[in-house]
C-alpha cells in the first residue's frame, strides 16, 4: 500500500502523487503502475515518492478522483513475460466504480458484497475471478446487480480493502477473457436475412366507418334554458330536450283484393258422354218441328 502526498486540481485533470519507497526503488518516468486498480504512468520521480497525471476519462471511470492526503491506495507493478502468473490477468482497465452494500464477518474471513451495474454481471461467475480495487478475488456468488466476494486475514491486512466501509467506492475489473468469449460468440451467429414484415412494420390502423364518424361528429342537443316561474306558485315544467312526437302515418285506403277473388274457381266437372245424349234428345223433343233447323245430310 501507499499513501497519497497529494491531488493537484488541474484544467483537464488532476496531478496526483503518492509515496511508496519500494514502489519508487523499482519504477522509472514512463513505467505503468496500478492505483487502485487503474493502470497510470510514472511521470516523476522522487526520492521516496512518484507522481502521475489523471486525464478526464481516469477521473469519469475511477475512484482517483475523490482521493485526499493521507488516505491509503493498492500499489502494484506490471508483470513481466517471462514472471509466474498468479491469480488472473487484470489489465488496470477499470469497468465501472461499485459501490459495498454490506460486509459481515463468517469466521476468520469476512463477506464483502458489492453493487455493479446489471449490464456488468453477465461477465461474472461462480468461482470466476474479478478484481477489487486492484485486488484479484474468487466470486463466491452473483446476483442480478451485486456479487459476493470473501476475504480472508492477509488480504484485510496487506490492502484497503480491510478498511473499506458499507458506501464506500471501489474500483471494479472483471476478467477480460469473458469479453472474448462474448464477442467471439456473437461473431459467430450467422446473419439473418429480415423478413418482409420487419421491414414494412406493422399495418397502418384501418379507418372508421362512416357511419361512426358521423355519430361522433353530431354534437349531443344543449340542454333547454329553466323556464321563468309561473304566477301563483304552478309548478315550472322539467328541463330539457323537448320531447319529439312521433310522426304518424295517415290511412291509405287499401288497394288489396278480398281473398275470395284471388282464389280461382273450380272448374267444372265435365259431364259423362251418356248424360249429354240424354239431355240433347230431351230438348228435341221439346222443341216444335218448325223451329228445328235442317241440316243437310252428310255425303257417306
Known amino acids: 500500500m501507499g499513501t497519497v502526498v497529494r491531488v493537484l486540481r488541474r484544467v483537464g485533470g488532476a496531478r496526483l502523487e503518492v509515496r511508496s519507497p519500494d514502489v519508487v526503488a523499482d519504477v522509472k518516468t514512463g513505467d505503468s503502475v496500478a492505483v487502485n486498480g487503474a493502470c497510470v504512468t510514472v511521470t516523476g520521480r522522487f526520492e521516496d515518492t512518484f507522481a502521475c497525471d489523471l486525464v478526464p476519462e481516469t477521473l469519469a471511470r475511477t475512484n482517483l478522483g475523490t482521493l485526499q492526503p493521507g488516505e491509503l491506495v493498492n500499489l502494484e507493478r506490471p508483470l513481466h513475460a517471462a514472471s509466474r502468473l498468479d491469480?488472473?490477468?487484470?489489465?488496470?482497465?477499470?469497468?465501472?466504480?461499485?459501490?459495498?452494500?454490506?460486509?459481515?464477518r463468517?469466521?476468520?474471513?469476512?463477506?464483502?458484497?458489492?453493487?455493479?451495474?446489471?449490464?456488468?454481471?453477465?461477465?461474472?461467475?461462480?468461482?470466476?475471478?474479478?478484481?477489487?480495487?486492484?485486488?484479484?478475488?474468487?466470486?463466491?456468488?452473483?446476483n442480478k446487480d451485486r456479487f459476493r466476494v470473501a476475504l480472508i486475514p492477509h488480504t484485510l491486512e496487506t490492502t484497503t480493502l480491510g478498511r473499506k466501509l458499507q458506501g464506500d467506492a471501489v474500483n471494479v475489473e472483471v476478467d477480460?477473457?469473458?469479453?472474448?468469449?462474448?464477442?467471439?460468440?456473437?461473431?459467430?451467429?450467422?446473419?439473418?436475412?429480415?423478413?418482409?414484415?420487419?421491414?414494412?412494420?406493422?399495418?397502418?390502423?384501418?379507418?372508421?366507418?362512416?357511419?361512426?364518424?358521423?355519430?361522433?361528429?353530431?354534437?349531443?342537443?344543449?340542454?333547454?334554458?329553466?323556464?321563468?316561474?309561473?304566477?301563483?306558485?304552478?309548478?315550472?315544467?322539467?328541463?330539457?330536450?323537448?320531447?319529439?312526437?312521433?310522426?304518424?302515418?295517415?290511412?291509405?285506403?287499401?288497394?288489396?283484393?278480398?281473398?275470395?277473388?284471388?282464389?280461382?274457381?273450380?272448374?267444372?266437372?265435365?259431364?259423362p258422354a251418356k248424360a249429354l245424349l240424354r239431355r240433347s234428345a230431351a230438348a228435341k223433343r221439346s222443341t216444335p218441328p218448325s223451329a228445328r233447323r235442317r241440316t243437310p245430310a252428310k255425303k257417306r
Do not use: N, W
Not at 90 to 101: A, L, S
Not at 206 to 219: G, T
Open 176 to 271: 477480460v477473457i469473458s469479453k472474448y468469449v462474448e464477442r467471439h460468440l456473437a461473431a459467430r451467429q450467422p446473419f439473418r436475412e429480415p423478413s418482409l414484415a420487419e421491414l414494412v412494420g406493422p399495418p397502418p390502423p384501418r379507418p372508421e366507418p362512416l357511419a361512426a364518424v358521423a355519430r361522433m361528429a353530431v354534437p349531443a342537443p344543449a340542454p333547454r334554458p329553466a323556464p321563468p316561474p309561473r304566477p301563483g306558485g304552478a309548478p315550472a315544467r322539467p328541463m330539457g330536450p323537448k320531447p319529439v312526437a312521433k310522426p304518424v302515418a295517415p290511412e291509405s285506403k287499401s288497394t288489396a283484393k278480398p281473398i275470395s277473388k284471388l282464389t280461382p274457381k273450380p272448374k267444372p266437372k265435365p259431364k
Open 106 to 142: 463468517v469466521g476468520a474471513q469476512e463477506m464483502l458484497e458489492v453493487t455493479v451495474p446489471f449490464e456488468l454481471t453477465r461477465y461474472l461467475a461462480p468461482k470466476g475471478s474479478v478484481s477489487v480495487d486492484g485486488v484479484s478475488l474468487t466470486l463466491v456468488d452473483v
Open 87 to 104: 491469480g488472473h490477468i487484470v489489465q488496470g482497465h477499470i469497468d465501472v466504480v461499485g459501490t459495498i452494500r454490506s460486509r459481515r
